[in-house]
T-cell receptor, first 114, second 113 residues
């Protein structure tokens, strides 16, 4: 049972344009969401997070939007840069009765072309 | 802040031997750390939750006697792969939690020959 889904395995964007990475979840009890960036053979790097009491959080070029009614969140990167090319994972923080662990999506590989 | 280190970064061992991987929180104390495993082209799979001063909580399907976890201090958790076999070859990553955010170590590549 995949509680967090990233339906696009890959995304290709031109440098300078906007990258939009999408994520859907099924458990309405999730109350905190995070995005991580990962290069091959490295650990994930925390990018940005959002609490369920908000619908938007912005940090520089990165903005995360949360639509609770649709159980959907997205990460916008603008403008996209070649150095943004990596695999992006969204994650949901499980409720305390599930140990507060993170549940990850399958990841979306972003390629930003010069 | 929130830096997590892992040691070693890569290790090659013979089948049947045991390997210990260390995970340290460098600039903060972590009562809870997590151990993940990643197979090629796949997402991170949570293996266990490591709690300082108590037994680890293992995810379903993870053998606790094969993957020994010790969280003896607020800055160190260790994962020992006992009697390693080639199918244990993988990329192992730890994380430490600060409030609701997990910060990850750089990972350890294990190759069992």
């Amino acid at each position: 049972d995949q509680q967090v889904k990233q339906n696009s395995p890959s995304l290709s964007v031109q440098e300078g344009r906007i990258s939009i990475l999408n994520c859907d979840y099924t458990n309405s009890m999730f109350d905190y969401f995070l995005w991580y960036k990962k290069y091959p053979a490295e650990g994930p790097t925390f990018l940005i997070s959002i609490s369920s009491i908000k619908d938007k959080n912005e940090d520089g070029r990165f903005t995360v939007f949360l639509n609770k009614s649709a159980k959907h969140l997205s990460l916008h990167i603008v403008p996209s840069q070649p150095g943004d090319s990596a695999v992006y994972f969204c994650a949901a923080s499980a409720p305390p009765n599930q140990g507060g662990k993170l549940i990850f999506g399958q990841g979306t590989e972003l390629s930003v072309k010069p | 802040g929130a830096v997590v280190s892992q040691h070693p970064s890569r290790v090659i061992c013979k089948s049947g031997t045991s390997v210990k991987i260390e995970c340290r929180s460098l600039d903060f104390q972590a009562t809870t750390m997590f151990w993940y495993r990643q197979f090629p082209k796949q997402s991170l799979m949570l293996m266990a939750t490591s709690n300082e001063g108590s037994k680890a909580t293992y995810e379903q399907g993870v053998e606790k006697d094969k993957f020994l976890i010790n969280h003896a201090s607020l800055t160190l958790s260790t994962l020992t792969v006992t009697s390693a076999h080639p199918e244990d070859s993988s990329f192992y990553i730890c994380s430490a939690r600060v409030t609701e955010t997990q910060y990850f170590g750089p990972g350890t590549r294990l190759l069992v020959l």
